[in-house]
Nanobody
């Protein structure tokens, strides 16, 4: 089970930190990622992390502004979002994949999803 939190409304230039608490059988998660979906748009990958090695991946639109991290002791994934822009608005989802991925930011490769948390930037 994946449960996101930390969304909210913020002005442009502000910051938010999203959290994703994982429970259940998490030992075989290979990648975890953050994805977002704006109204009328397809879900897109924002950031992902290889759980074992720590390698991170970012969409070009968020590089330098967003940071993905994990706390394995707490089974929690984070997304620190700085310098937020109105185009960052959307529902943000946490997801997990249990296999090696050539495209860690491709949402179609993830099997386990949280319910999402809304981020609104005005």
């Amino acid at each position: 089970q994946l449960v996101e939190s930390g969304g909210g409304s913020v002005q442009a230039g502000g910051s938010l930190r999203l959290s994703c608490a994982a429970s259940g059988y998490t030992d075989n998660n290979v990648y975890m990622g953050w994805f977002r979906q704006a109204p009328g748009k397809e879900r897109e990958g924002v950031a992902a992390i290889n759980i074992a090695g720590g390698a991170t991946y970012y969409a070009d639109s968020v590089k330098g502004r967003f940071t993905i991290s994990q706390d394995n002791a707490k089974n929690t994934l984070y997304l620190q979002m700085n310098s937020l822009k109105p185009e960052d608005t959307g529902m943000y989802y946490c997801a997990a994949a249990k296999t090696f991925l050539f495209s860690p930011l491709n949402p179609r490769k993830y099997n386990y999803w949280g319910q999402g948390t809304q981020v609104t930037v005005s």
